[in-house]
Nanobody, 121 residues
Framework: QVQLVESGGGSVQPGGSLRLSCAAS????????MYWYRQAPGKQRELVAT???????NYADSVKGRFTISRDNAKNTVYLQMNKLKPEDTAVYYC???????????????WGQGTQVTVSS
């Protein structure tokens, strides 16, 4: 069984910063691409950032230059550093990862439970 647990959400004023973490645990052989998504009330889930196991990153245009995704492979953890936060960044943030539980297992996608980020004055 694999679990992804996010932490680091909260409330912050516009212009502030937060750092989200997502730790994967359980029966893990290898973690490939890791993702951060977000979903605001009444809106579809949006891909925010991705990072491959080789460290290549991609960002949504709306967060480029403000958010940074990184990972610590030794800790099976992905991070999202969010700077210059705006009210429109308010959403539940979810981490997601492509994981193999054994060498011969199929690659599967796992989701965390989400963490709330609220940006408001």
């Amino acid at each position: 069984q694999v679990q992804l647990v996010e932490s680091g959400g909260g409330s912050v004023q516009p212009g502030g910063s937060l750092r989200l973490s997502c730790a994967a645990s359980g029966s893990i052989f290898s973690i490939y691409t890791m993702y951060w998504y977000r979903q605001a009330p009444g809106k579809q889930r949006e891909l925010v950032a991705t990072i491959t196991d080789g460290g290549n990153t991609n960002y949504a245009d709306s967060v480029k230059g403000r958010f940074t995704i990184s990972r610590d492979n030794a800790k099976n953890t992905v991070y999202l550093q969010m700077n210059k936060l705006k009210p429109e960044d308010t959403a539940v943030y979810y981490c997601d990862a492509d994981i193999k539980t054994t060498y011969s297992a199929l690659l599967r996608n796992y989701w965390g439970q989400g963490t709330q980020v609220t940006v408001s004055s």
